[in-house]
């Protein structure tokens, strides 16, 4: 008889203490501060605008691949490419650039080029060794790097394939 009682009880009381947990007010920042969905204003850099030291990349697969595991680095003025043949484990991979890294204190850049399967859940593929011809160009405006070392990660593992020094 009891937990008649006690049930009843519940059944009253439980949905008012909840009733300041499922409100319909929004969150407040936890500073007290108020939140606007306006932008706020910024100074956008134009198109035209050269930002020094900035370094662009710029992978392009290619058909020829003679030597598998292997790159050549060409320096130029402001430029660098590097271009080589990474290793992919079956029909659906394609190279892709995964990074390209300044480091100033040793004036180094170092590239890493990967071997990535691309393709659909349902998508069958060669199950063949499949080598992946690339190159990269790299723009190094206000840098001049002292050396390049280039990297592949693929069916072979990530390694050091080349390492030039002006």
Do not use: F, W
Not at 27 to 52: C, I, K, L, Q, R
């Amino acid at each position: 008889m009891r937990r008649r009682t006690v049930l009843s009880g519940l059944v009253v009381a439980l949905p008012l203490a909840l009733a300041g947990c499922t409100g319909g007010s929004p969150p407040s920042d936890s500073n007290g501060a108020d939140t606007t969905d306006e932008p706020s204003e910024t100074d956008t850099p134009d198109d035209d605008t050269v930002t020094p030291g900035r370094i662009s990349a710029n992978l392009v697969p290619r058909e020829a691949c003679p030597n598998p595991g292997e790159a050549t680095v060409s320096l130029g003025d402001g430029t660098v490419s590097v271009v080589g043949c990474v290793v992919g484990k079956n029909g659906c991979t394609v190279p892709r650039l995964q990074e390209v890294d300044y480091d100033q204190g040793t004036e180094e850049l170092t590239v890493v080029v990967a071997s990535v399967e691309e393709r659909e859940e349902d998508e069958a593929c060669t199950e063949a060794l499949v080598n992946l011809g690339y190159e990269v160009d790299i723009e190094t405006a206000g840098i001049e790097p002292v050396s390049v070392r280039v990297v592949h990660d693929d069916v072979d593992g990530r390694r050091t394939v080349v390492d030039v020094t002006k």
